[in-house]
């Protein structure tokens, strides 16, 4: 169980740091996040790991300024979550709009959530494991 301690631990607080991490990036939750209404122009074809196809969203905006910008969805799928002349939501940093993002709870808060959540869960089952330790010490003497 010493072993397990010594893996479980510092790897659950790094994800749970990396998911806080996340957290602090995203537009909305940063304070600097702003709103704007961008337009699906394009689906970027990308080959996945296990030779399938996803494609990911090309989105045109404007900021508060009237700047056009144009990013990638962070998200792929296939079949495609959005088409072609679609109307989303985007959030951006006015610092940064470049690095902005589709205003859904998947781009936004899937990639932290399950980071997080991984970092719980391996605490948790450390938190198990030392507490079973300690009842079976508590028994032995």
């Given amino acids: ?6 893996v479980f631990v510092p790897a659950g607080i790094a994800l749970l740091a990396i998911a806080a991490w996340m957290l ?3 537009p909305a939750l940063s304070g600097a ?9 394009d689906l970027e074809r990308s080959a996945t790991g296990n030779g ?12 508060d300024t009237g700047t056009a910008h144009r ?21 951006y940093d006015p610092a ?3 690095n902005a993002v589709i205003d859904s ?10 980071t997080g959540g991984m970092g719980l869960l391996l605490l948790w089952l450390e938190a ?14």
């Fill in 24 to 26: 602090s990036r995203d």
């Fill in 33 to 41: 996040g702003m709103e704007a209404r961008g337009e699906v122009v």
């Fill in 96 to 98: 940064a709009p470049d």
């Fill in 128 to 141: 198990r494991a030392l507490r079973s330790a300690w009842r079976a010490r508590r028994r032995g003497a």
């Fill in 105 to 114: 709870w998947a781009a936004r808060l899937l990639a932290p959530g399950l």
């Fill in 52 to 63: 399938k196809v996803a494609y990911y969203p090309v989105v045109t905006f404007r900021d």
């Fill in 71 to 91: 990013f990638t969805g962070s998200m792929g799928s296939n079949p495609p979550d959005y088409r072609r002349g679609e109307v989303v939501t985007v959030r």
């Fill in 1 to 6: 169980m010493g072993c397990l301690s010594l």
